[in-house]
């Protein structure tokens, strides 16, 4: 889970998204978003869905990027 989440938190940097911004187009509080990213939260697998269409990237990507 760590690198998917390393990799969410790159595309978000990468994008020069905000945190607020990213979870608003996911459909998700930036409270949820945050805690997610920051470990005192589980990233829902809807979630992940969710940012990785707004950041533009594969999920079977990240997933494989894990493996690497």
Do not use: H, Y
């Not at 930036?30 to 594969?58: H, M, P, Y």
Request: one cysteine or more.
């Amino acid at each position: 889970m760590d690198v998917i989440i390393t990799v969410v938190r790159n595309a978000i940097s990468e994008k020069g998204m905000t945190i607020k911004a990213v979870a608003e187009k996911a459909g998700m509080s930036s409270q949820n978003l945050s805690a997610s990213l920051c470990g005192r939260r589980r990233l829902l697998a809807t979630d992940f869905i969710a940012l990785c269409r707004v950041l533009g990237i594969s999920p079977e990507d990240v997933v494989n990027s894990k493996a690497s």
